[in-house]
């Protein structure tokens, strides 16, 4: 019995030995750097209160934001779900808490679809490159079976995903810090929560936040491992699992009329809908249905990939 | 091209002595792909401590036959035995005892030699980091080792691919058309490092060619394939008690030639081609008398009998077909 765990880590190797991966970390520290310079350069979303005088400023704020959004229509709910923060700060008053760290981790949330991206590519090449580069033969004539071949290479898959996560969350507070300041151990805000605004910790949220995320990722890279080890190849793999990863919002709505909509992987995909006061996408959908559905959908792409890695000849390169 | 050395006779000398030093055994190996039968029912042994060659042309079938050996490929029908161990039924028992090279020498390009080999040597338990040195040195990529594979040449990426076969001192050693690519002294290099293992480790060695030049020197059995199917075993070094069997290249001026091509023909089914005046045909050496004693018998005159021993090359010619030995 070869330690599963040597497998595993000589996939990890694998993985970080490449430059793309490099690449990909290199691009990640970019964004979070230009988001950071950008947040810091406008204005007033980023001002620290001061303890004596906050009622006044967040007053101030209130009116401009009023006169904002009556003079662009757009702003309308994003300014008044703001001045409703506000108000909350205000009639329990309690100070608010100034932009830090914390608060920058909990915006770059929707850096974790970059994260998905990444995994696609990881997840699309780690069967199919071994194919191309011919390697795939040395690979296999070794005493493990196959199964324990791709599940180790499975298994780097998602570790990869959640290093790059961890990565991302490190890396954010590091610069949110920098650039922000640090804003107490546990800060708190306030938000839209189940019942109407409530003050909560960042971190609990930048928690559940990042684990709605990782719901979609584990699912696309589980699909893109799939194409990867029935057709190998790597392009394809990517092109489609990325393809729906963008599209497939847009396919839920186009057959949103339908009531077999609910059905669709897309649909279930962001369990958030069903926390914060948030309404279901659609009448008869609750989150014991979205998971049955996920873990449904997830045993088709784990068995596909493994009857097919593991039944098919390896034949001429 | 026939080769006696020191080494061959002693392989021959330990065949013969030890009880049952089969390696591997091909039993009534078959594979098809779709409709389209590919192998059809090859069945040879390989003894421990012999160079075992597997010639045929391109697209005769080696490399099936060699996926179907380490098991890349399943097996249509028959089974491919490793000491003792079904490649079927028990494929991590028998695969441990192979270390194989399969159509290329393909490793990971954008890692070092050395990364290459730790990679595979964490693949098989108890691979020490010593054993890793020792096959470097054993193979002589010392210099080189430190370099990423897409530096090397396809001569060091050979060499690289026998170090890599040989980590976890496998008991039979596989490698599919080692000299494509090479130059005469790389195949000389490869031949030096086969033969040590064979005549010191007691290494079974299976080398697949599609140019006899290139393998005969280091063989010591020579099975030739075509169109997935096995035509002909050879020793490649005959020894006292193998001459019996072998074949023999014949000339013969006999008159009228036409009556005596047909003789041997209808009696012993035998080709005969005219030409310049003789008849040249092959034989095994045993049955020359009988021939002669039959012209004699049918009023043919025999004016001159020439035999010499048929190379390989001759046989393979005749088993082949001209275009396809290099
Ligand atoms: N995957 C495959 N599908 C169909 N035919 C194949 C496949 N692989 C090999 N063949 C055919 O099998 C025959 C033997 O090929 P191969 O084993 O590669 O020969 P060799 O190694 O002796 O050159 C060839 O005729 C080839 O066309
Ligand atoms: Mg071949």
Redesign the pocket.
Known sequence: MVNFWQLTQNELKKIYIQKATWVMYILLIVILFGAALITITSDFITRDYNEDTWREELQEENNKLTKEMQEEAIFQEYNTGLIEQNNYYLEHDIMPPGYGAWQYVHENIILVSLISLFTIIVAAGIVANEFKWGTIKLLLIRPSSRVKILLSKYVAVILFALLTLLFLIAFSWLIGALFFGVDGLNPHMVMEKNNGLAYVSIIKEVLVGYGFKMVNLIMMATFAFMISSIFRSSALAIGIAVFLMLAGNSIVMFFAEHSWAKFILFANTDLSQYVNGNEPFMEGMSLTFSIIILLIYYAFFAISSWIVFVKRDV??S | MVVLSQSNFNNRFKGRYLLDNTAMKLINLKKS?GK?Q?IKGLEFEIKSGEVFGFL?P????????IRMMVGLMRITEGDVVIQGKSIKHHYKEAIREVGAIVENPEMYPFMTGLQNLNHFARMIPGISKERVQEVISLVGLEKAIKQKVNKYSLGMRQRLGIAQALLHKPSVLILDEPTNGLDPAGIREIRQYIRRLATEENVAVIISS?LLSEIELMCDRIAVIKNGELVAIQSVSPIADDIEELVCRVQLEAKPANKAISIMKEEFGMDGDFDRGLIHFHCQRELIPNVIQSFVKNDISIYRVEVSKATLEDKFFDLIGENTIG
């Not at chain 2, 391109?58 to 036959?65: D, E, P, S, V, Y």
């Open positions: 034949a001429g | 792909i389209k590919i045929g391109n697209g005769a079938g080696k490399t099936t036959t599609h």
